[in-house]
């Protein structure tokens, strides 16, 4: 069985959590490293996939830099979204080689590992037909963005849990005019570390490998 | 010479969309270097080169939606790129003007899945000229499409990888069938008791007869059209419009502009228009009603402490609306230059991202193309916009006495899930009283 090493970050800045997410993904490429699943949450934050739109950036960067936003364009996946304190994000590092060969497939088992995670938490959440991300009736609850180069996976899911929602106030999160809600207004009284566990399992089952855990402090970034 | 095709990302992905081209025509590649990227639903992938080479033609153009194994460029292998010249600068991409067409044909499945263990379900590369029911598998796209437009598939030649119907192939069929309005779409089961030219065969394989006398002419719309669309329908389905019309005496700001219109000509080198004023007096009514300068977010109100006018442009072919930042701070003057900049950059094309963003409540001047009253679409995630009429004299009746007057027809669409008629007409009243009592210097 393959086994993917699970590295819970903490609270860690977008670049330096972008940056490791670039070494990991090159080491997995060349195979020196395994699959890995990077745990974390970001400090606010407004990133724009490469097929973004500017102009769901509702805020301009001035009313950004006040409401203390920092904002990146990335390489992912997706159009625009934010990520804040209380918002698991999850960023796989995975050789689809050695999986299914098939990236609309891995989005839609990202979807699953997220929906079965709610789902222990007393949460029915689903899909929408092409609207990729995982929703609570109308509401989106955790959105997908990935990049994909020679079928190693980077970028992932970030799910609500305690998020401050009035923060997508910001934006038109990934253009769509839908709103987003949390698994804390949904009456979920976890933490985003809490979550992280029972997701860290779903993960496993889902993509058929061993979770190896980590404390955080082994897997801080190397520089 | 390498044929560079759509690689296929995963058993049920039948098409990809081209996004991004990382390598020039007539660029020296390395294999497995970065060549291109494609994306699906949510995943841009990068997709190496095939062989190393130079690139000496790009079928594709970015953006574009192709089947996969769709040749999308091509590598003239050998050593020295350099003496390798792209055949043309403008790579081959496909024209536009008439109808897509279709990727370029490959005669069934000759290429097999490249990197592929996949074992395709497809029936036998046979079928492509089979009318047989027989479609193979379809993206959820084409049958979407078949769908709304009533095709009966098993009439459409695929031209996909083994005979696969691509989007592409629909629409060559949409343009055949609305080329030739006698074949109906129904069943083919009328006896050939109708005396029509022996129209027997099923349906060319050719996509598009270059129809000389055509009732239709199929023109894929521009980027921006698309995005006006949907946005005007999104908004459409998202807002509870309700439009309002005052009428409005700008007699007093008609004498105000006419005093000041030349000395800003000479002064600041541009014609001074009813439009800042007609802005300074929305803005003194949002700062009174500041729901009218909100967004509706969920069960929230998102009130806005800037108030941010977008004023819409009309271009060429679409508009755009960038927006006055802090409008409340400018004066008529400052907003009269702000529009003169905004308005010629934005038909320059100059415009920076942030400029049409964030804006709060919006303005669109009709009057200025002739009419008098409008029903402007709200534009989204605003409430209201305010729309302006010509501002023509007019016979108007003052005390019992006839009087000419400079009259304007101001509307106000409005969201009415968030602002109640009597509130919007108060917000009108209020930026009409402004107007007919203006009072503020502009020079």
Redesign the interface.
């Known amino acids: 069985m393959r086994s993917c090493q699970v590295r819970e970050l903490g609270r860690i800045d977008y670049g330096k959590a972008l940056e490791l997410q670039q070494q990991l993904a090159a080491e997995r490429k060349q195979g020196l490293i395994g699959d890995q699943l990077l745990l974390l949450e970001h400090p606010h934050v407004v990133t724009l996939g490469r097929n973004g739109h500017m102009e769901h950036l509702l805020a301009g960067p001035e009313m950004l830099n006040r409401a203390g936003i920092s904002f990146f364009p990335t390489d992912r996946g997706g159009d625009i979204t934010y990520h804040g304190p209380g918002q698991l994000v999850g960023y796989p590092i995975l050789d689809l080689r050695e999986w299914k060969r098939d990236v609309v497939g891995y989005v839609r088992a990202i979807e699953q590992v997220l929906i079965d995670t709610l789902a222990d938490f007393g949460i029915t959440a689903g899909r929408i037909p092409k609207l990729t991300g995982v929703w609570v009736e109308e509401r989106k609850i955790a959105a997908i963005g990935v990049h994909i180069s020679r079928w190693v996976t980077s970028h992932g899911f970030a799910l609500n849990v305690t998020t401050d929602l009035s923060y997508f106030q910001y934006i038109v999160p990934c253009g769509l005019t839908k709103p987003v809600t949390s698994m804390a207004q949904l009456g979920c009284a976890a933490d985003p570390s809490e979550v992280s566990q029972t997701l860290a399992r779903h993960f496993g089952r889902i993509f058929d490998c061993d979770m190896l855990l980590e404390t955080p402090a082994l897997a801080a970034p190397g520089k | 010479m390498t044929d560079v095709v759509m690689p296929q ?5 039948v098409e990809g969309t081209l ?2 081209w990382l390598k020039k025509p007539g660029e020296r590649v390395e294999r ?1 270097e ?1 060549l291109f ?1 494609i ?8 997709i ?1 080169s095939p062989a190393a080479g130079t690139l000496s033609e790009v079928l594709v153009e970015e953006g574009k939606t192709v089947g996969i194994n769709t040749v999308v460029a091509r590598i003239e292998d050998g050593g020295n790129g350099a003496g390798a010249r792209p055949k043309a600068a403008q790579p081959a991409v496909q024209p536009a003007p008439q109808t897509p067409p279709p990727p370029p044909r490959q005669a069934a499945p000759i290429q097999e899945t490249p ?2 263990e ?1 074992i395709q379900p497809t029936p036998a590369p046979h079928q492509v000229e089979d009318t047989a029911p027989a479609v193979g598998p379809l993206s ?1 796209l084409v049958r979407k499409m078949a769908r709304e437009n009533n095709i009966d598939l098993s009439r459409v030649t695929g031209t996909g990888s083994g005979g696969r119907i691509t989007k592409q192939d629909i629409e060559a069929y949409l343009a055949q069938r609305e080329a030739q309005p006698a074949a109906p779409p129904q069943p083919v089961q009328q006896p050939p008791a109708a005396p029509r030219a022996p129209r027997v065969e099923p349906v060319p394989p050719a996509p598009l007869p270059p129809a000389g006398q055509a009732k239709t002419r199929i023109e894929p719309m521009s980027t921006m059209r698309i995005k006006i669309a949907e946005h005007m329908v ?1 908004s459409k389905r ?1 807002s509870a419009h309700v439009t309002t019309v005052h009428k409005v005496d700008m007699t007093k700001v008609a004498k105000v502009r006419e005093r000041n219109k030349a000395s800003v000509q000479a002064q600041y080198g541009f014609s001074l228009t009813y439009l800042p004023f007609i802005t300074r007096a929305a803005v003194v009514a949002l700062r009174q009603f500041p729901i009218v300068n909100a ?1 509706i ?2 069960n ?1 109100i ?1 009130y806005h402490n ?1 108030i941010n006018i977008g004023i819409a442009v009309a271009l060429e072919n679409g508009l755009i609306v960038p927006v006055i ?1 802090n409008a409340d701070e400018k004066n008529v003057l400052g907003l009269q230059r702000s529009i003169v900049d905004l308005a010629g950059r934005a038909r320059s094309r100059q415009l920076k ?2 400029e ?3 804006g709060t409540f919006s303005i669109t001047n009709f009057g200025s193309f002739g009419s008098m009253v409008g029903t402007p679409i709200i534009n ?2 605003q409430v209201a916009i305010l729309g302006v009429g010509t501002v023509d004299k007019t016979p108007v009746v003052i005390d019992d006495a006839i009087a000419i007057r400079s009259i304007c027809h101001l509307s106000l669409t409005f969201d009415h899930r968030l602002i109640d008629g009597a509130l919007a007409d108060q917000f009108m009243t209020k930026a009409k009283q402004v107007l007919e009592d203006w009072s503020e210097d502009v020079l």
């Open positions: 990302m995963g058993e049920s992905i996004t991004k497995d970065p990227e994306s699906t639903d949510k995943v841009d992938t990068e190496p990197t592929q996949t959820p999104l998202t967004s977010d969920g929230n998102i800037e930042r991202p942030e049409v963003q964030g989204q995630p």
